[in-house]
């Protein structure tokens, strides 16, 4: 079974331009997180997505925002990048079904870098 | 707020020694918690998950152990080798559909 994908795997965009990442679960799992990692703050919880609703948020500004279809595929934005943007985002899927304790995979990443 | 602490930042140790890996939060009102290891700009791989009723759990070389009242978790990696070398990492989750709270990662190295 085929793990999670992020798609792309690099990016490199300038100051004030958006971006929009893209991530395919396991086959199967409905919920899908996101995940900012920087040296400074390590991992921090952007948000996640459970049948196409947003269920829970982190302590983001507005400028970063997400949506989930229905086939579960997940896309987040970041609107007006500012250096400080530049990071690791990391997608994680669970299947939420009893006795897996909603386990989360996540996927290989997409290192922005903001100039 | 919980806040889920990973001492130490660092270690390295001879081929075949075993890893010892500490994790603690401080609020023990947890759902699960679980581990995982990171390569150098790679995502996570998930090692174990422990749920909040559970002593411990183990895979092959690896034994995961929680005291959700003293709100600690370690990490045994038995026999390390040098392949183990990478930054684990220590997560806790308050609810079952709750965020995944982390600790910054202990950075092992594994000399051969």
């Known amino acids: 079974k085929a793990g999670v994908t992020q798609t792309p795997r690099y990016l490199i965009k300038t100051r004030g331009q958006q971006v929009t990442l893209s991530c395919s679960p396991i086959s199967g799992h409905r919920s899908v997180s996101w995940y900012q990692q920087t040296p400074g703050q390590g991992l921090q919880f952007l948000f996640e997505y459970f049948s196409e609703t947003q269920r829970n948020k982190g302590n983001f500004p507005g400028r970063f925002s997400g949506r989930q279809f229905s086939n579960s595929r997940s896309e987040m934005n970041v609107s007006t990048l500012e250096l400080g943007d530049s990071a690791l985002y990391l997608c994680a899927s669970s299947l939420e079904a009893e006795m897996t304790y909603n386990e989360q995979f996540f996927g290989p990443g997409t290192r922005l870098t903001v100039l | 707020k919980q806040e889920v602490t990973q001492i130490p930042a660092a270690l390295s140790v001879p081929e075949g020694e075993n890893l010892v890996l500490n994790c603690s939060f401080t609020?023990?009102?947890?759902?699960?918690l679980q581990w995982f290891r990171q390569d150098p700009g790679k995502g996570l791989t998930s090692l174990l998950l422990?749920?909040?009723?559970?002593r411990e759990q183990t895979s092959g070389r690896l034994n995961a152990s929680l005291d959700k009242s003293s709100g600690r978790s370690t990490l045994y990696i038995a026999a390390s080798q040098p392949g183990d070398s990478a930054t684990y990492l220590c997560a806790v989750r308050r609810t079952s559909w709750g965020k995944l709270q982390f600790g910054a990662g202990t950075q092992v190295v594994v000399t051969p």
């Open positions: 422990i749920q909040s009723s559970q």
């Open positions: 609020d023990s009102a947890i759902y699960n």
